[in-house]
Nanobody, 122 residues
C-alpha cells in the first residue's frame, strides 16, 4: 500500500511565499510523474505543475514565473515553491504521484495526497 502525505499549507499575505511538500511511503517500486493540482471553492480541480521522472516540468500559465516544482527521488518527495502569491491562488492543493508498487503484476497507479489549504489574504 502506498500513501501520500502533504505539508506546508497555511495563511500568507499577498506577495508572500509558501513551500508545499508531498512525501510518498509504502511498498514503492518506482515513481514516475509527480504533480500538483488545486481546487478553489466552487471550481473544478486544475493542474498547477507537473514534473517527469527525468525532471522535465510543465506549469499552468497562471503560475509560470512564480511557482517552481521540484522532486527528491531519494525521499520520494515532490515540492512546490510558491512565490509572489496572489489572492487568486487560494485553494486546496493536492499532490499526485504516479507510482508502481512492489506487486509488479499491477500497473502504475495515480495516488493523491489528502490536500492542504493555502489561503492568500491580507
Amino acid at each position: 500500500q502506498v500513501q501520500l502525505v502533504e505539508s506546508g499549507g497555511g495563511l500568507v499575505q499577498p506577495g508572500g511565499s509558501l513551500r508545499l511538500s508531498c512525501a510518498a511511503s509504502g511498498r514503492i517500486f518506482r515513481i514516475y510523474a509527480m504533480g500538483w493540482y488545486r481546487q478553489a471553492p466552487g471550481k473544478q480541480r486544475e493542474l498547477v505543475a507537473t514534473i517527469t521522472s527525468g525532471g522535465s516540468t510543465n506549469y499552468a500559465d497562471s503560475v509560470k514565473g512564480r511557482f517552481t516544482i521540484s522532486r527528491d527521488n531519494a525521499k520520494n518527495t515532490v515540492y512546490l515553491q510558491m512565490n509572489s502569491l496572489k489572492p487568486e491562488d487560494t485553494a486546496v492543493y493536492y499532490c499526485n504521484q504516479n507510482i508502481r508498487d512492489r506487486d509488479l503484476s499491477r500497473p502504475a497507479l495515480n495516488y493523491w495526497g489528502q490536500g492542504t489549504q493555502v489561503t492568500v489574504s491580507s
